[in-house]
């Protein structure tokens, strides 16, 4: 059974930096896309960045500049390094990995809590 298992969350200052990170338990094939979502208190969960086997990276407008996410396939590991971060960040983050064809999948982890406060 895969488990993904993030790490690395915790309380950081305004303008500060923390670094996520999520790895992979167990055998994983093939892995499309391996994301970053996180949701805040009351509100729903948001697609934060997208890093695909391609090499392709996306990021949600609210983190373009501040949020770097990077990958390495043959470890099945995924990393959110967050700079200058906001107390508007502050929420529960979840990485997800997901393969779309043949041997679907679509694997969460079970998050990390993230505030960004004074």
């Known amino acids: 059974q895969v488990q993904l298992v993030e790490s690395g969350g915790g309380l950081v200052q305004p303008g500060g930096s923390l670094r996520l990170s999520c790895a992979a338990s167990?055998?994983?094939?093939?892995?499309?896309?391996m994301e970053w979502y996180r949701q805040a208190p009351g509100k729903q969960r948001e697609l934060v960045a997208t890093?695909?086997?391609?090499?392709?990276?996306n990021y949600a407008d609210s983190v373009k500049g501040r949020f770097t996410i990077s990958g390495d396939n043959a470890q099945n590991t995924v990393f959110l390094q967050m700079s200058s971060p906001k107390p508007e960040d502050t929420a529960v983050y979840y990485c997800?990995?997901?393969?779309?064809?043949?041997?679907?999948?679509?694997?969460w982890g079970q998050g990390t809590q993230v505030t960004v406060s004074s």
């Open positions: 997800r990995f997901t393969r779309r064809y043949i041997m679907v999948y679509d694997y």
């Open positions: 890093i695909t086997s391609g090499g392709s990276i």
């Open positions: 167990g055998r994983i094939f093939g892995v499309n896309a």
